[in-house]
């Protein structure tokens, strides 16, 4: 990720802030949280550490290590993928109070966060020898968590967003609708920059493009009854078959980016990496 030095500080201090965000609801109660939300967790934290290291091992020039990283992400996206549909299928199948308010609504975040992490992951795959593509479709895949963990940022900590208790859950939304509006500039700010230097902007035009839809059921049509009625459907699919869609997804993305990506280094390609590494 020779484009973004400092990247891996971005998504250290996003990890912190996503610890923070979650400690009252996972990490403070880590054992009574079901192994959805366990593999859920650990595989997004993984994926934020691989993230961090990628960019750190390519910027200090330990090739070496970037590739084998790059390697095993082909094993962590499909069970991140799996941790994401079963998390979903739990939350839309829970009796909270918070599930009846949000969690059908929030659903479609969720599930639409699942199939662009993979989209974007098979996309960082196909454009490997294109530094400034990978890089930027790599770090897109952090930009769905960004909602989630903001929101619980606000929810939890900030003052005028606090929620206390099941009377004062639709303070909930306001912290939501702050966190998605915060992704929204914070990707827009991105894109100009890369229009301005005259960088690719479709990575992170669709990451844009995929907050958007994550969040318009959220906004639009997440009460619909027809989405209802098929999440509360989703909610009772079995673990095993989930699985088997997960592993399924998560596979054909990383199958898919790296088949597509095994095209000759020309000479041209191989003086801009040779030129990028040695600014």
């Not at 939890?156 to 859950?169: A, I, K, Q, R, T």
């Amino acid at each position: 990720m020779l484009p973004f030095p400092r990247a891996h500080l971005y998504v250290g201090a996003f990890l912190l802030a996503t610890f923070a965000a979650f400690w009252p609801s996972y990490f403070s109660v880590f054992g009574e949280a079901s192994f959805a939300h366990h593999l859920h967790g650990m595989t997004a934290t993984l994926w934020l550490v691989l993230i961090m290291a990628q960019n750190w091992t390519i910027h200090h020039r330990h090739r070496g290590s970037h590739k084998w990283l790059g390697l095993s992400s082909l094993l962590l996206i499909p069970v991140f993928t799996v941790g994401g549909l079963l998390t979903t299928r739990d939350s839309v199948a829970s009796d909270h109070p918070f599930t009846e308010m949000f969690g059908i609504r929030l659903a479609v975040a969720d599930l639409v966060a699942t199939v662009i992490v993979c989209l974007f992951f098979a996309l960082a795959l196909r454009h490997r020898r294109n530094v400034h593509l990978h890089s930027r479709y790599m770090l897109a895949t952090v930009t769905p968590l960004l909602g989630p963990s903001l929101s619980r940022l606000f929810s939890n900590y900030m003052l005028g967003f606090f929620v206390e208790g099941p009377f004062v859950l639709s303070m909930f939304a306001i912290g939501a609708t702050v966190s998605v509006v915060f992704a929204i500039l914070l990707l827009a700010v991105l894109i100009w920059r890369d229009y301005r230097n005259d960088r690719p902007t479709l990575p992170f035009t669709l990451a844009l493009i995929g907050t958007l839809v994550m969040y318009s059921g959220f906004f639009l049509w997440g009460d619909w009854p027809v989405w209802i009625a098929t999440m509360e459907a989703y909610g009772t699919v079995p673990s095993w078959a989930l699985w088997v869609i997960g592993l399924a997804m998560g596979t054909a993305a990383g199958a898919w980016g790296w088949q597509t990506g095994k095209r000759p280094m020309t000479p041209a390609t191989q003086a801009a990496i040779l030129g990028e590494a040695a600014v």
